[in-house]
T-cell receptor
Framework: NAGVMQNPRHLVRRRGQEARLRCSPM?????VYWYRQLPEEGLKFMVY????????ESGMPKERFSAEFPKEGPSILRIQQVVRGDSAAYFC???FGQGGEQYFGPGTRLTVT | QQPVQSPQAVILREGEDAVINCSSS?????VHWYRQKHGEAPVFLMI?????EQKGHEKISASFNEKKQQSSLYLTASQLSYSGTYFC????????????FGTGTRLQVFP
């Protein structure tokens, strides 16, 4: 009865490096959402994906950020050339269908030094 | 646009009640409620789909007024475990739209 899994839980990167965050949805779920959360703030929508498709990426910065959810394997959120402002907790959530309840993973805390 | 929650913070003694409100400036298809404890992931509480619908989960219930584009979360006889930050997430006007989370309400319950 595995829930949503994310790894790594903590990631430290120097400015200019790349960060790769992984998310494995709950069994049977084919919809994945990525959110960003700054300390003491709410969850900001970034991107919504289904297998092999990006459904809505309106919350993604236009540069340096990309996401994918391949046919096989986890969903990946990729941040190129990280800057200090990218430091945040990144949560992924999954749902069985569109618009259904979303179940969150434990998050990846990214720190850019 | 981000839904607005009120109040921003609530302090309670065990056994007291609280109401958290969530207001949107646009038509809604559904409202989702989550609780997040410090340093942890948000946990799903409930989803409301219809106007005027009410749902309950133990001593936590919620209502959704579709016409007013508002939802309220009711916590009765609060327990220490209720402490955390509560977020509403709104979807609308169609069910194909993404979930936009509110500003959050921090609830602290003391013995």
């Amino acid at each position: 009865n595995a829930g949503v899994m994310q790894n790594p839980r903590h990631l430290v990167r120097r400015r200019g490096q790349e960060a790769r965050l992984r998310c494995s949805p709950m069994k049977g779920h084919s919809h994945v959402y990525w959110y960003r959360q700054l300390p003491e703030e709410g969850l900001k929508f970034m991107v919504y994906l289904q297998k092999e498709n990006i459904i809505d990426e309106s919350g993604m910065p236009k540069e340096r950020f990309s996401a994918e959810f391949p046919k096989e394997g986890p969903s990946i959120l990729r941040i190129q050339q990280v800057v200090r402002g990218d430091s945040a907790a990144y949560f992924c959530a999954s749902s069985f269908g569109q618009g259904g309840e979303q179940y969150f993973g434990p998050g990846t805390r990214l720190t850019v030094t | 646009q981000q839904p607005v929650q009120s109040p921003q913070a609530v302090i309670l003694r065990e056994g007291e009640d609280a109401v958290i409100n969530c207001s949107s400036s646009k038509a809604l298809y559904s409202v989702h409620w989550y609780r997040q404890k410090h340093g942890e992931a948000p946990v799903f509480l409930m989803i409301l789909l219809k106007g005027g619908e009410q749902k309950g989960h133990e001593k936590i219930s919620a209502s959704f007024n579709e016409k007013k584009q508002q939802s309220s979360l009711y916590l009765t006889a609060s327990q220490l475990s209720y402490s955390g930050t509560y977020f509403c997430g709104t979807e609308g006007p169609y069910n194909t739209d993404k979930l936009i989370f509110g500003t959050g309400t921090r609830l602290q319950v003391f013995p």
